[in-house]
C-alpha cells in the first residue's frame, strides 16, 4: 500500500475526521447508559430527536377506537350463572356479557364525543358570527368617519357653526352681505 502524501490541507482534513471519529466514539459511549427510571428513557429519546433537527420526526397518528362487534342476532342455549348450568356455560356466558357491556361503554362514549363535539361546532358558529358583526359595526363606524372627513375636506375645512378664534378670525361660513351666516340660510333650507 502505498501510502498518501500528507500536505497541510490533507492534515487539517485528517484532524477533523480523526476528530468527529473520536467524539463519535465518546457519545456511543455515553449512550450506553442504564435505564432506571420512566424520565430517563424520556430524557435518552429527546436527546436522540435533538441530536439531528433536520431529521425527519414520525409521529404515530392516535388509534382510532375499533368499534366492537354487534351482538349475536340469535344465542343457542341460553344460561345464566345460576344453578344447573355447566362448568363451562358460566365462562361463555360472562364472556357474552363482558363483550355486551364493553359494546354498551362504547356507545355511550361515542354519543358523548357527538354532544360535545356538536356543542364545539355550535359554540365556533356563534364566535364567528359574533366576529363577522363586530367587523361589520366597525366597518361601518370607519367608513362613515372616512365619509365625514371627505365632507370636511370638501368644505374647505370649515364646519357649519361660525366659531370665534382669538384675534376676532371667524372660523366659520363667511356671513352673507344682509349679515346672516350661510349657516342660518342651511337651516331654513332644511
Request: one cysteine or more; glycine letters at 8%.
Amino acid at each position: 500500500m502505498a501510502s498518501e502524501e500528507v500536505t497541510y490541507e490533507n492534515v487539517d482534513e485528517f484532524c477533523l475526521i480523526r476528530r468527529k471519529k473520536f467524539e463519535k466514539k465518546q457519545k456511543e459511549k455515553e449512550e450506553f447508559r442504564l435505564i432506571k427510571t420512566a424520565t430517563d428513557e424520556q430524557r435518552m429519546k429527546l436527546e436522540r430527536l435533538m441530536s439531528d433537527p433536520s431529521k425527519p420526526v414520525h409521529i404515530p397518528e392516535p388509534r382510532a377506537s375499533r368499534k366492537p362487534r354487534e351482538p349475536p342476532k340469535f344465542i343457542h342455549n341460553v344460561m345464566g350463572s345460576s344453578a344447573g348450568a355447566g362448568s363451562a356455560e358460566f365462562h361463555l356466558y360472562r364472556a357474552m356479557r363482558r363483550r355486551e357491556v364493553n359494546r354498551q361503554e362504547w356507545m355511550e362514549r361515542q354519543s358523548e364525543r357527538d354532544a360535545l363535539d356538536a356543542q364545539w361546532e355550535e359554540r365556533v358558529r356563534d364566535n364567528r358570527e359574533r366576529e363577522e358583526e363586530r367587523t361589520a359595526r366597525r366597518r361601518e363606524k370607519r367608513l362613515k368617519k372616512k365619509r365625514g372627513g371627505k365632507k370636511r375636506m370638501l368644505d374647505g375645512g370649515k364646519g357649519k357653526g361660525g366659531c370665534k378664534v382669538e384675534g376676532g378670525e371667524s372660523t366659520g361660513p363667511e356671513p352673507s352681505e344682509d349679515g346672516e351666516s350661510d349657516a342660518a340660510d342651511n337651516i331654513d333650507s332644511n
